[in-house]
């Protein structure tokens, strides 16, 4: 989609077109057939957008609750920031009356921002992405707390802002790139051209090496929601906290430190089983959850904590043990069989067994659940059978 074939999609013709395109109930299996329906009465590039536009908007629920009046592109629809996530972010902001948002792509932090009662200057070098933006947020009623400028962000100047959110371009293509200095544009020509000592959050790829991370003074704040790692966040200046900072949502729940912590001394599975949430793990806060739970990890470098005693808490999932045993195949089939075990969650970590091998294996058909966990404990392989999860 062009500009020029958005900004007819906002005529009432092109909305005429949207709502034909929603009763077609396009998928991307059926999607050619659905644009020839559609081009019969629209013209080709019209048809198509409408079609894109109807997926993409399906696809945007589990993000945005307004999902199906927004505008998206794939690439920027991927891109952009979880409506969770975006207002847990911009709350961090509220202190400043007037902020940047650099990157800012079809506008979900933009919204954000201005809903947490900034002004908001927003910037992006691509017409198609501001002109979605602009869209987006007169569906939300807060326009008026945003100024849109077309521009490269590198070629920025402060004029009355008092901080900054950048989401950088983290892809070209298929390429994904995990450096903060390799993104377009890179991160440390953005912050070149800010005040020493700015307030700027910037966002990251959850992925990112801890060598990258070294780079930077700045808080690393990995984020997750129910279980599921989204992103990490550089806070800089006084948005600074500690070092490495975990933050689990909803919520949210924060577990943050200034260095890293020793790990203690591994030991086999006791009574119950810590899962660490992937915010907890990216930060390298095991150690400290580890203290907070009165429990150790089952191997050095091993992700998994174990204790004597149950602890409910936001950072983990605490697994009775039901049994745990060093990893045999045939003795593990017979104790589930025993207990009329016939659906199994079967978990790994760090053990070099092909889970799907060991599932066909299995052959039950019972009528109980549980949960297997498959981790190396002490140097070697061990099944863990969880009863009771919290």
Same mark, same amino acid.
């Given at each position: ?16 077109? *949207? ?14 057939? /659905?644009?020839?329906? *559609? ?95 602009? %869209? ?81 003074? %700045? ?14 966040? *550089? ?35 006791? /009574? ?110 061990? /099944? ?7």
């Amino acid at each position: 989609m062009d500009r020029d074939t958005f900004a007819e999609l906002l005529t009432p013709v092109g909305q005429a077109a *949207l709502a034909t395109a929603d009763k077609l109930a396009p998928s991307e299996a059926v999607f050619l057939g /659905a644009f020839e329906k *559609l081009r019969k009465r629209y013209p080709a590039p019209l048809a198509k957008a409408a079609l894109e536009t109807v997926l993409l908007r399906v696809k945007a629920r589990a993000k945005f609750p307004q999902a199906d009046e927004m505008y998206f592109t794939r690439e920027s629809l991927e891109q952009a920031s979880a409506r969770l996530v975006a207002e847990y972010r911009s709350n961090r902001f509220s202190p400043y009356e007037s902020v940047f948002d650099l990157c800012c792509g079809i506008g979900a932090d933009t919204l954000a921002l201005a809903e947490a009662g900034c002004q908001v200057t927003a910037i992006d070098s691509d017409e198609l992405r501001l002109e979605m933006a602009k %869209a987006n947020l007169a569906v939300s009623g807060e326009e008026s707390r945003v100024t849109f400028r077309l521009g490269d962000v590198c070629d920025v100047s402060v004029n009355g802002e008092r901080a900054a959110f950048l989401d950088p371009g983290r892809r070209a293509g298929e390429r994904r790139f995990l450096d903060p200095d390799t993104y377009r544009p890179p991160l440390s020509e953005v912050l070149a051209r800010l005040p020493a000592g700015f307030p700027i959050g910037v966002k990251i790829a959850p992925g990112v090496s801890r060598a990258d991370l070294s780079k930077w003074d %700045a808080s690393s704040e990995f984020i997750s929601v129910e279980r599921d790692l989204k992103e990490c966040v *550089l806070w800089f200046g006084p948005l600074r906290t500690a070092t490495s900072v975990a933050t689990v949502l909803p919520g949210p729940h924060t577990l943050l430190a200034d260095s890293d912590l020793y790990e203690a001394t591994p030991s086999e599975p006791q /009574a119950f089983l810590f899962d660490p949430d992937p915010a907890v793990v990216r930060a390298n806060l095991v150690p400290l959850l580890g203290q907070q739970l009165d429990a150790v990890p089952v191997d050095h470098g091993i992700a998994v904590l174990t204790g004597s005693k149950a602890a409910k808490s936001p950072f983990a999932q605490c697994h009775a043990i039901e049994h745990a045993a060093p990893f045999h195949l045939g003795k593990l089939r017979d104790y589930l069989r025993a207990h009329h075990v016939g659906r199994v969650t079967l978990l790994k970590r760090a053990v070099d067994l092909d889970v799907n091998e060991v599932m066909r294996k299995f052959k039950l058909d019972g009528s109980e659940h549980r949960t297997v966990m498959l981790v190396r404990s002490l140097g070697r392989p061990w /099944a863990v059978v969880c009863g009771t999860t919290t």
